[in-house]
């Protein structure tokens, strides 16, 4: 029977989601971050779609959602949440232009803030769990897939794997100088060609740095929008899978 519960896990409020056994811990965690303007719950309903593809690994493997920390109800946003804000006329000019330097330049303000947060968040669950960076996968979409990419760059060590549905390149110099520090690491990356939010080319950018610094990465290019496709959540399956068997 698949579970649910809202915990506090560092600061941040989290969502997780699983079918252990009672007093079971996992083998496996999967840690996904909404986008901006979503709410906390928005990635939640794919544990279940997830969990429904790998019946024979629902004792092994947990789903964790982290809920952004900054409410974007004073803008009208509801209950939409953000990791950092965003510069909305900036963002459009670059639309416009097609052009994603503005973007690439440095790293956004508040970003290192909810860095420092979802690292305490990431702590904890290892501490909750006695789970290594072997066996955390480490994603989200868009925003969140930002985030996490971000992360994943400054760990000691690689994660189990990363998961980037329609991120983007940040911070370009920093990252370029991180990634050859996860080389061999396993990516999955997705991403529209219709992408009107975040264009492609800033996802062939991000693939291309980090390919060129030894990151294995599965890109996964789609004729769609700004989403997470049924191809890109059927990789992250054949990663658990392959995870599970290695336990």
Same mark, same amino acid.
């Given at each position: 029977?698949?579970?649910?519960?809202?915990?506090?896990? %560092?600061?941040?409020?989290?969502?997780?989601? @699983?079918?252990?056994?009672?007093?079971?811990?996992?083998?496996?965690?999967?840690?996904?971050?909404? %986008?901006?303007?979503?709410?906390?719950?928005?990635?939640?309903?794919?544990?279940?779609?997830?969990?429904?593809?790998?019946?024979?690994?629902?004792?092994?493997?947990?789903?964790?959602?982290?809920?952004?920390?900054?409410?974007?109800?004073?803008?009208?946003?509801? @209950?939409?949440?953000?990791?950092?804000?965003?510069?909305?006329?900036?963002?459009?000019?670059?639309?416009?232009?097609?052009?994603?330097?503005?973007?690439?330049?440095?790293?956004?303000?508040?970003?290192?803030?909810?860095?420092?947060?979802?690292?305490?968040?990431?702590?904890?669950?290892?501490?909750?769990?006695?789970?290594?960076?072997?066996?955390?996968?480490?994603?989200?979409?868009?925003? %969140?897939?930002?985030?996490?990419?971000?992360?994943?760059?400054?760990?000691?060590?690689?994660?189990?794997?990363?998961?980037?549905?329609?991120?983007?390149?940040?911070?370009?110099?920093?990252?370029?100088?991180?990634?050859?520090?996860?080389?061999?690491?396993?990516?999955?990356?997705?991403?529209?060609?219709?992408?009107?939010?975040?264009?492609?080319?800033?996802?062939?950018?991000?693939?291309?740095?980090?390919?060129?610094?030894?990151?294995?990465?599965?890109?996964?290019?789609?004729?769609?929008?700004?989403?997470?496709?049924?191809?890109?959540?059927?990789?992250?399956?054949?990663?658990?899978?392959?995870?599970?068997?290695?336990?």
């Amino acid at each position: 029977m698949i579970q649910s519960e809202t915990v506090q896990l %560092g600061q941040l409020t989290c969502r997780t989601v @699983d079918a252990l056994p009672e007093n079971q811990q996992p083998e496996v965690v999967v840690v996904l971050c909404h %986008g901006f303007g979503a709410p906390g719950t928005d990635l939640v309903p794919l544990s279940s779609e997830l969990l429904g593809a790998i019946p024979d690994l629902n004792e092994k493997v947990q789903f964790v959602f982290p809920e952004a920390p900054l409410s974007l109800a004073p803008y009208g946003y509801g @209950d939409g949440r953000a990791w950092w804000m965003i510069d909305m006329m900036a963002l459009q000019r670059a639309m416009e232009e097609g052009d994603f330097r503005d973007f690439r330049g440095g790293e956004p303000e508040g970003m290192a803030e909810s860095r420092a947060l979802l690292q305490e968040t990431l702590e904890a669950i290892r501490e909750r769990t006695g789970l290594g960076w072997d066996k955390i996968v480490l994603g989200g979409f868009s925003q %969140g897939a930002m985030l996490t990419t971000d992360i994943t760059l400054r760990l000691n060590e690689n994660p189990a794997g990363l998961v980037i549905y329609s991120g983007t390149l940040l911070n370009e110099a920093e990252w370029t100088r991180l990634a050859p520090q996860r080389a061999g690491l396993n990516v999955i990356q997705s991403h529209g060609l219709q992408d009107p939010i975040l264009p492609y080319n800033g996802a062939e950018l991000l693939r291309d740095m980090l390919t060129n610094a030894g990151v294995e990465v599965e890109f996964i290019p789609f004729p769609s929008v700004h989403t997470i496709t049924a191809e890109g959540l059927q990789s992250l399956v054949g990663m658990l899978r392959t995870l599970c068997s290695d336990t």
